[in-house]
């Protein structure tokens, strides 16, 4: 039985920082491409960064420079780590994972995903 379980989410102002977590069980993340998405009010749900199974990282234009995904296999945890944070990243975000390798033409499109988290919410002011 496949799990995500996010954590870490809050508020903080702008300007200001946060890691988020995502704890996977039921299978082992180094096999999937795992990817964080968030979910602004009044908008769809978009991706903001992927990582592959060889650790290649990928990141929406918004968040260039700014977030960090990475993975630690032993302890089959998905990290964001989120830095000068702006009103605009106030979002829900979800961690989601899918087997095999990563594609850069598929990885935000969030059909592509079998397993999602239940969401952290993110509030900048």
């Known amino acids: 039985h496949v799990q995500l379980v996010e954590s870490g989410g809050g508020s903080v102002q702008a300007g200001g920082s946060l890691r988020l977590s995502c704890a996977a069980s039921?299978?082992?993340?180094?096999?999937?491409?795992m990817a964080w998405f968030r979910r602004a009010p009044g908008k769809e749900r978009e991706g903001v960064a992927a990582?592959?199974?060889?650790?290649?990282?990928t990141y929406t234009y918004a968040v260039q420079g700014r977030f960090t995904i990475s993975k630690d296999n032993a302890k089959n945890t998905l990290y964001l780590q989120m830095n000068s944070l702006k009103a605009e990243d106030t979002a829900m975000y979800y961690c989601?994972?899918?087997?095999?390798?990563?594609?850069?033409?598929?990885?935000?499109?969030?059909?592509?995903?079998?397993?999602w988290g239940q969401g952290a919410q993110v509030t900048v002011s």
């Open positions: 989601a994972a899918e087997l095999g390798a990563c594609s850069r033409v598929w990885w935000r499109q969030r059909n592509r995903y079998t397993y």
């Open positions: 039921g299978y082992t993340s180094v096999n999937y491409c």
């Open positions: 990582i592959d199974t060889t650790g290649s990282a």
